[in-house]
């Protein structure tokens, strides 16, 4: 039904083509879930979470000057989480991306405020995709340990970037600079800066306590997550890796981002829809609980119907990024667009089901409204990754056809 | 995560791909399987007849059917591998699904063991066809509804009304028949199912002239139509819960094939090929959305479809996850087919083997997928069903309940 290559690939195949790392619980087969232990894990994080992150926590960051809580973050820190993916030589606990896209969606779940996706989805994986031996035995146990923030500086002015928009440059071991609207840029201690050298795009590592670093922060569309602006006049920096990248690895950490963050957007989505369903429920008009019109029932069916779609995209997308094949660049594309959707229509209806005191302050359907549009703004919107999925289609297309 | 085949599995895969290896052709790349239009051809009702009986004597028919009615005894996973390796192979359309996949459950539940002696094994083996005479003129997603009257008369029954939408009713030997056997009970108590000979006097057939121009759908017309007290299915007023396992079974069979037609590789040659003003459809912006679009929904559908096969590894009952299906997918063609159509501009008007991109199958597409969002269930009743089943909303207000049927208002009434 699909194009050839990506199908191909996911037909069931017989098990003497199963390579050595089979499925760690006794069962094996069609196995498009997670295992026991990742499941123990979800339950393990959303015990947690209930506890530690309801969601009067994200309303009281958002409503105070806070950046973030620091006593959640020490909790998540203590518990490991930062070091899910990360190698145990470089301080982490040395699972894998499916166990971080487990945590990652508990995380959506509770609107949970901190600097987890800047840290543990863009800044160690960009180091862990890219960085020098050096520099991951520099940096992965701080950030493995929550003892530093990291962060992704990319964006200069509104817009979607193109290489010809990054005028940061390093140079001469400084780099000089702005960026705009990076995500915990105020309190990160660390950042991956695209910058220039001539015309080649890299990532430079830039530690943000540097005195030529400015860093200012900006209002945020959702205050329980933090935005800053950096300006870098001569600060102190060096490549990630033994020198600049180029833009084709910044696009593949990218890829590795949207998956984990798409996780968090499905976490998100759920937990509106299954608020939105219980306030239905309880709400009664004309006699009825709203729940009961059709009107209503519809709408929610529908929205159950985006998520779960989004979902098997997830899953499709977290099995992509475990085995890091060429199917990752298609699969983050689907994965990232499908949940950014299903969060934002799932927020929007959130508002619009609860009717009127949805649009109160008091409510918490602008927590999950102001989220979805923050999630879905940080790593570009889902048109951006729509027209790259295509991209990326014409060219297997292409290449298919000349091979 | 993984997708692979349990060792069991693979090896029943293996088994499967050579036995239709031996006697099979294998599709060619870029080749389909059969498409449903051609059902009610004489000479392919015979090849699929003799398919279905080479695959009875070598044990591949009805794969989870119990064994001492001819089946393999096996698993709804297997059936999945069985399907998924059958269909890279050049097979007749096949016509048996509706007895098999949901009267043949029915009969084994519901039937005496007469019944399930005499009906069985044929339709097992395609020797007879079954239809489902279930839906009415006043009767579609308010199935309960249903008028056709049943009248004892001694040992026999006598049957007058209407159904439509019969699947294959013009080459079916047996149907299976819900009926209105007490008017003064409630609507759903007073409905007996029987097993009707298609054949029989007082029965007419009418194909149905669809949109598409094509006739897969029947009326039948039942006139003082005599059917023995033996081939009741239940008992006498209890024929709703019969139906309800019809209607259960008919939705575990639907989902994983392809109806036929174009599909999204097609779809990105044809953006490929056709031109937006001065570049290639494919080029622009807009039409890149649309694709990527189509795309990600039929993607999510496919790996859904591999949350129900885990489901069925293991033997658990697939989740809600396996009702979406044909609620994204019929929309889905539907939208694709009118995309498709517009890539082609002007040109996209013809319906046209010779003349339109790949030979008008899109145009054709676009006339057939209206039929998908109705049958088996209309999108605003699956959408019911995955509000009250699913997200446990409540059901509709009902004004029917509590009061004899014959006292419920149905149909049209502004005629």
Redesign the interface.
């Known amino acids: 039904m699909l194009p050839g290559d990506v199908s191909k690939s996911m037909v069931p195949r017989s098990s003497c083509d199963r390579g050595a790392a089979a499925s760690d619980s006794a069962h094996a087969g069609m196995n498009f879930d997670f295992s026991d232990d990742q499941k123990l894990l979800r339950r393990t994080a959303r015990e947690f979470l209930t506890a530690q992150a309801p969601l009067s926590l994200c309303r009281a960051v958002l409503e105070s000057d806070a950046s973030y809580s620091e006593a959640l973050w020490q909790e998540v820190a203590e518990l490991g989480w930062l070091g899910t993916a990360i190698p145990e030589a470089y301080g982490g606990s040395g699972f894998g991306r499916v166990e971080l896209a487990v945590i990652a969606e508990e995380i959506g779940r509770t609107l949970a405020p901190i600097p987890f996706a800047s840290t543990a989805y863009l800044a160690s994986e960009a180091i862990l995709l890219l960085g020098s031996e050096a520099q991951r035995r520099t940096y992965l146990p701080k950030l493995a340990s929550g003892e530093w923030i990291g962060t992704f500086a990319h964006a200069e002015q509104a817009g979607h970037p193109a290489p010809a928009d990054v005028r940061t440059v390093l140079a001469d071991g400084t780099i000089r600079g702005d960026k705009v609207a990076v995500a915990d840029g105020d309190v990160a201690h660390l950042a991956l800066v695209t910058a220039r050298c001539g015309e080649t795009i890299g990532l430079a590592v830039v530690e943000l306590s540097a005195p030529a670093v400015d860093r200012t922060r900006v209002r945020s569309i959702d205050p329980s997550r933090s935005l800053a602006a950096l300006r870098f006049q001569a600060a102190p920096a060096q490549w990630l890796g033994e020198a600049a990248c180029g833009w084709d690895r910044i696009q593949a950490l990218l890829d590795r981002a949207a998956v984990l963050i798409a996780f968090e957007q499905l976490g998100g989505a759920t937990r509106a829809l299954e608020l939105t369903r219980e306030f239905t429920l309880g709400r009664y008009a004309f006699g009825r609980p709203v729940a009961s019109f059709q009107a209503i029932k519809h709408r929610l069916a529908d929205l159950y119907v985006e998520i779960e779609l989004a979902r098997s995209n997830c899953y499709y997308g977290a099995w992509a990024l475990e085995n890091d094949g060429s199917e990752l660049g298609l699969a983050a594309c689907g994965a990232r667009a499908s949940a950014s959707d299903a969060f934002e229509l799932a927020s929007t209806e959130m508002i619009q089901l609860h009717g009127g005191v949805g649009y109160t302050w008091e409510f918490d359907c602008h927590l999950f409204y102001r989220r979805a549009k923050w999630l879905a703004a940080v790593l570009d919107g889902a048109d951006r990754w729509r027209d790259r999925l295509v991209q990326r289609l014409a060219t297997e297309r292409t290449v298919r056809r000349e091979s | 995560?993984?997708?692979?085949?349990?060792?069991d599995?693979?090896e029943f895969?293996?088994t499967a791909r050579a036995w239709l290896e031996a006697n099979a052709e294998r599709l060619k790349p870029g080749e389909r399987g059969p498409g449903l239009e051609s059902r009610a051809d004489p000479a392919a009702i015979q090849r699929a007849q003799a398919w279905q009986a080479r695959k009875a004597d070598a044990g591949w028919a009805c794969i989870t059917w119990p064994k001492q009615y001819g089946g393999r005894g096996s698993t709804a996973?297997k059936n999945v591998?069985w399907k998924?390796e059958e269909s890279r192979f050049r097979t007749p359309p096949d016509i048996f699904g509706i007895g098999q996949g949901m009267l043949g459950p029915t009969i084994m539940v519901h039937g005496s063991e007469e019944q399930k002696q005499r009906y069985l094994r044929p339709m097992l083996r395609g020797e007879e066809i079954w239809c489902q005479l279930f839906s009415e003129p006043s009767a579609g997603s308010d199935l309960a509804g249903l008028r056709t009257s049943a009248v004892r008369d001694g040992d026999d029954w006598i049957i007058n009304g209407q159904k439509i939408w019969t699947t294959g009713a013009q080459y079916c030997k047996w149907g299976m028949i819900v009926t209105r056997t007490d008017p003064t009970a409630e609507k759903h108590k007073g409905i007996t199912y029987f097993i009707v000979d298609m054949h029989a006097p007082g029965i007419e057939v009418r194909p149905i002239k669809q949109i598409n121009g094509l006739s897969g759908f029947n009326e039948v017309f039942f006139t003082d139509v005599r059917v023995p007290d033996r081939n009741r299915v239940g008992a006498v007023n209890d024929g709703w819960r019969g139906a309800l396992t019809t209607l259960m079974n008919e939705r575990h069979s639907i989902g994983g094939g392809?109806a036929g037609g174009p599909?999204?590789?097609d779809l990105?040659?044809l953006a490929?090929k056709t031109t937006v003003g001065d570049r290639r459809a494919?080029d622009d912006?807009a039409v890149?959305?649309r694709?990527?679009?189509f795309?990600?929904?039929?993607?999510?559908?496919?790996?859904?479809s591999?949350?129900t096969?885990?489901a069925?590894?293991?033997g658990q009952t697939p989740g809600?996850?396996s009702s979406?299906g044909k609620?994204?997918g019929a929309p889905l063609r539907q939208d694709m087919a009118s995309f498709a159509i517009d890539l082609q501009g002007v040109a996209g008007a013809m319906n046209d083997r010779e003349r339109a991109s790949d030979e008008g199958a899109w145009q054709q597409m676009y006339l057939g997928a209206p039929g998908l969002r109705l049958a088996g269930g209309t999108d605003?009743i699956?959408?019911?069903i995955?509000?009250?089943r699913?997200?446990?909303?409540?059901?509709?207000?009902r004004t029917d309940k509590g009061i004899a049927f014959k006292d419920v208002p149905s149909g049209r009434k502004n005629q």
């Open positions: 995560m993984d997708f692979n085949d349990t060792p599995e693979a895969r293996a996973i591998i998924q392809g599909d999204f590789t990105l040659a490929a494919i912006a890149r959305q694709l990527a679009r795309y990600i929904r039929l993607k999510g559908l496919q790996y859904t591999y949350r096969q885990t069925l590894s293991r809600p996850e979406i609620l994204v605003e699956l959408r019911n995955i509000a009250e699913v997200l446990g909303l409540p059901p509709e207000i």
